[in-house]
């Protein structure tokens, strides 16, 4: 199959390599020539694990080109549309100026029995709107919605082995739907689910999906809340009603709370949909999601006020993590970095590392101090804010961090350290009850 993808951003790089390495034939086109220049040479613009290799066998091979060229797409016959969704900054809707644009560039291009699909997460109605736009200008191409929920660090498995494949479809547009079977037939004969729906189901089933798995988070945050009024182990209250089939142990780990490019924007934008179609009601919950979303930062900056003595003014905070998750160099929407740019606005001196988003974070937030390494961050700090969950971060070594750190406390926003192994490691015999929240998560050594 030929195969053209528009928009070359995270969600398109990751699909022109993938479908490359089935065994399509890929062209993939932006208007942004260094972002060509890039994917070209072998080297995404982003940090993804095994990317690199894929992209460099699928280009040596002879089935993945790049280009600036938009005319490049005249050879394919399913043409993605890959580009982003932005939120618009006064009503929270997203922006659909460049999904417009790039169907709008394909246009002239298409050829009968051409088939364009939709990968964006676009408000739902989005889809029917440019099937029309496709019919009218009369090349006989059509129009499928085929939503991608590929997660960061996990973008390729996602990819080329999905836990279901969505296909929105005008009715009856069986050539399509062949036309996507043979797109995906390497997932399909692996037994992946296939949903064949109309236009607005399909869009929905993005946006669903994110609608339920962001409370789900903000539940177990809420449940922190509660935990830490009372005493309660959070953690342990997320394996136990984990155990229940109908819950799942999945997306039950509070903490600083979800960011990134995906959830926190689609459930806004979700939100300003309904209220568009006059259902703004059934999504009310969202808000209070949101909210409860949003709370998680600021009570890790009061923790790691009160470790401190109760102002953070002057004081050395090392910080451990600016990705909004690990195994991703994306800081968009991160909690991390908003945690850390907090804390630097009540006059902390904060030193900031991470594996793979220093560069990114330097990009888009130059005024914090960065430095290349654990040591160097934790060196003479007065406390240790770990904000994102790395293994490496896992894997501290808490004498080590213990020797470094004058107030000897390290307050873990991601819950993932072990209190008992760290206190026992710097001494403490007593757990420190009234730092011991925010999920459980701050880890203080005496
Ligand atoms: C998400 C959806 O999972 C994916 O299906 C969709 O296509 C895009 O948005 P992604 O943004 O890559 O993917 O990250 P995800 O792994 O879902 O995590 C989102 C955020 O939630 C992260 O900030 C993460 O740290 C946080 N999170 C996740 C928690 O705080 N607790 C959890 O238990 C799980």
Not at 53 to 67: D, K, N, P, Q, V
Not at 71 to 80: G, K, L, N
């Amino acid at each position: 199959m030929k195969i053209s993808v528009i928009g070359c951003g995270y969600l398109g790089a990751v699909h022109a390599a993938c479908m490359a390495d089935l065994g399509h034939e890929v062209v993939g086109v932006d208007v942004d020539a260094a972002k060509v220049a890039l994917l070209s040479a072998g080297t995404p613009p982003f940090f993804e694990p095994g990317l690199p290799e894929l992209l460099r066998s699928a280009i040596a091979s002879g089935r993945l080109s790049f280009t600036t060229d938009i005319s490049a797409v005249r050879e394919a016959t399913v043409h993605f549309i890959a580009v982003g969704t932005p939120q618009l900054a006064q009503t929270a809707a997203l922006d659909l100026r460049y999904v417009d644009a790039a169907v709008e560039g394909l246009l002239p291009h298409l050829r009968d029995g051409d088939l364009v699909v939709g990968k964006s997460t676009v408000p739902v109605g989005t889809a029917a709107r440019l099937a029309e736009l496709v019919r009218s200008a009369g090349s006989g191409a059509t129009l499928a919605w085929n939503p991608e929920f590929l997660r960061e660090g996990f973008a390729v498995k996602d990819t080329l082995a999905p836990d279901r494949l969505v296909y929105g479809l005008a009715p009856g547009d069986s050539v399509g739907e062949r036309l996507l079977d043979s797109v995906y037939a390497s997932a399909l004969a692996l037994g992946t689910p296939k949903v064949v729906a109309d236009f607005a189901t399909a869009e929905l089933v993005k946006v669903a999906a994110n609608a339920f798995l962001a409370p789900k988070i903000s539940f177990i945050n809420a449940m922190a809340e509660v935990a830490e009024a009372t005493g309660a182990d959070v953690t342990q209250l997320a394996d136990a009603i984990g155990y229940d089939a109908r819950i799942g142990r999945k997306f039950l780990n509070a903490g600083l709370g979800f960011g990134g490019g995906c959830l926190p924007k689609d459930i806004r934008g979700f939100m300003a949909r309904a209220e568009e179609l006059g259902v703004d009601q059934a999504l009310s919950f969202l808000r209070e999601v949101d909210s409860i979303n949003l709370r998680r930062r600021g009570r890790m900056v009061d923790l790691v006020t009160e470790v401190v003595g109760g102002d953070v003014a002057g004081k050395r905070i090392a910080v451990l993590g600016l990705a909004f998750k690990p195994d991703s160099d994306d800081v968009r929407d991160s909690p991390a970095i908003d945690v850390a740019v907090r804390l630097a606005a009540l006059g902390a001196d904060v030193v900031a590392t991470d594996p793979e988003a220093l560069e990114t974070s330097r990009r888009r937030f130059p005024d914090l101090n960065y430095v290349a390494s654990v040591d160097d961050a934790v060196r003479g700090a007065d406390a240790v804010a770990l904000l994102t969950e790395w293994k490496t971060y896992r894997a501290l070594d808490p004498t080590l961090v213990g020797s470094a750190v004058a107030t000897r406390a390290i307050v873990d926003g991601r819950n993932c350290l072990d209190p008992v192994q760290w206190r026992a490691a710097g001494g403490c015999t007593e757990p420190s009850a009234p730092l011991n929240v925010l999920a459980g998560a701050n880890t203080q050594m005496r």
